[in-house]
């Protein structure tokens, strides 16, 4: 596991903020103990839930054509049929995934392939700010990922463009603040998880594509 580059900012002003604190304690009340270690045990609790908040597991990813691996961490929410309306324009199964703040904020390429589709929106007025990713296989079956800021301030990241090539369980995005990732399969897969599932970026199979 490693420390996400996003989260090298927060990490900065974490850590100021625990020093300013702790030296203005330390100096203007020295003799209050107990409220000092009161202070040191918020301090570390700050630090560590940046440091986990921020974090990067690895990963190792076995690629196959066949199956739909998680884009993210979190809990399947719901698993409804849809008209996937920006991309596709098909039916399509919607799988949501809703992150809590314990989970990692890594975003994984469900498969491997190009993609075919990108687009950043940020937010204007009540609409919340997205990220939508089209990934099309050798095969010709298209995936779509969407990510969404649950935030009033712009905290989606994607690392990837429209004809990249990609390649299954590597990182593609990271959802600062965000707290849903929804991903677009094909009518007629073969759907692997159930509403209320816990499921890792890279690790949790979530589909079948049909042949």
Request: with cysteine.
């Amino acid at each position: 596991m490693t420390f996400h580059k996003e989260g090298y900012t927060s990490l900065a002003i974490c850590i100021l903020i625990i020093f300013v604190v702790n030296a203005f304690i330390q100096f203007y009340m020295p003799q209050a103990h107990a409220f000092k270690w009161i202070i040191y045990i918020l301090s570390f609790a700050l630090f560590a839930f940046v440091i986990q908040f921020f974090r990067n597991p690895s990963v190792s990813v076995a690629a196959n054509d066949k199956l739909v691996l998680s884009p993210a961490d979190g809990k399947v929410e719901s698993i409804e049929e849809v008209t996937e309306a920006e991309f596709t324009k098909a039916k399509s199964i919607r799988i949501s995934i809703r992150l809590s703040p314990l989970n990692a904020r890594v975003t994984r390429n469900p498969i491997s392939g190009v993609v075919k589709y990108f687009k950043f929106q940020p937010k204007s007025g009540t609409e919340r700010e997205y990220t939508t990713v089209a990934i099309q296989n050798g095969s010709g079956a298209t995936v779509v990922v969407q990510q969404t800021s649950g935030a009033p301030i712009e905290n989606l990241v994607s690392t990837v463009k429209q004809d990249d090539a990609v390649t299954q369980g590597q990182p593609f995005g990271f959802v600062k603040f965000g707290n849903h990732v929804a991903i677009f399969l094909p009518a007629g897969t073969k759907i692997h998880v159930e509403p209320g599932e816990a499921v890792q970026a890279g690790v949790a199979v979530l589909a079948t594509l049909k042949p």
